[in-house]
């Protein structure tokens, strides 16, 4: 199976940082990446997909990058509603699905 | 779109659980359907898919032979039978719409809890 591999696993970050959380995958996904937001009690909520792809009504400082084995998540300027835990997820190997263990964004 | 998880309850290991999805706001029987479960503190775990028609089923590791999926597109629900239970299936369960088929996932419910303990 695919592992992908999240970093860091926690994220202390202030209002107006920019921050970026990585995604390794353990063999070629190509751009089989997406990235999810989830907070606490509440479901993860589709952010990018396609590793670049913003969902329509995600607000633009959210942008993702890569192919292949590495992928990035960046917040451009973080705001009070960004703190919360995200998911990097691949689909290339259908039906194998597997996530990231996730990253903690915290408020420093 | 919309879909809301019923059927979580506390149940004691070696017991069996069905848990239901209600879909709404899209063509159900166009998607398929997945079942994805979180235990406390913990990451994501894909537990089961189904496609549009049922036709194809795909399970992971820790409930191939205890878990099994089902559709009703009559119905716009999807289900998932749980047997066997084991303290380790302990997780809020989430039903999730696939983009469209082997692809990301686009809209999660709310999830439903269950809990195995004796």
């Known amino acids: 199976d695919i592992q992908m591999t999240q970093s860091p696993s926690t994220l202390s970050a202030s209002v107006g940082d920019r921050v970026t959380i990585t995604c390794r995958a353990s063999?070629?996904?190509?751009?089989?990446l997406a990235w999810y937001q989830q907070k606490p009690g509440k479901a993860p909520k589709l952010l990018i997909y396609?590793?670049?792809n913003l969902e329509s009504g995600v607000p633009s400082r959210f942008s993702g990058s890569g192919s292949g084995t590495e992928f990035t998540l960046t917040i451009s300027s973080l705001q009070p509603d960004d703190f919360a835990t995200y998911f990097c997820?691949?689909?290339?190997?259908?039906?194998?699905?597997?996530f990231g263990q996730g990253t903690k964004l915290e408020i420093k | 779109v919309r879909l809301v998880e019923s059927g979580g309850v506390l149940v004691q290991p070696g017991g069996s659980l069905r848990l239901s999805c209600a879909a709404s706001?899209?063509?159900?029987?166009?998607?398929?359907m997945h079942w994805v479960r979180q235990a406390p503190g913990k990451g994501l775990e894909r537990v089961s898919t189904?496609?549009?028609?049922?036709?194809?089923?795909?399970?992971g590791d820790s409930v191939t032979g205890r878990f099994t999926i089902s559709r009703d597109n009559k119905k716009n629900s999807l289900y998932l039978q749980m047997n066997s239970l084991r303290i380790e299936d302990s997780a809020l369960y989430y039903c999730?719409?696939?983009f469209g088929s082997g692809n990301y996932f686009d809209y999660w419910g709310p999830g439903t809890l269950v809990t195995v303990s004796s």
């Open positions: 997820h691949q689909y290339h190997a259908y039906p194998i699905y597997t």
């Open positions: 063999q070629s996904i190509s751009t089989w």
């Open positions: 396609k590793a670049s």
């Open positions: 706001g899209f063509t159900f029987d166009d998607y398929t």
């Open positions: 189904i496609s549009w028609d049922g036709a194809d089923t795909y399970y």
């Open positions: 999730a719409k696939d």
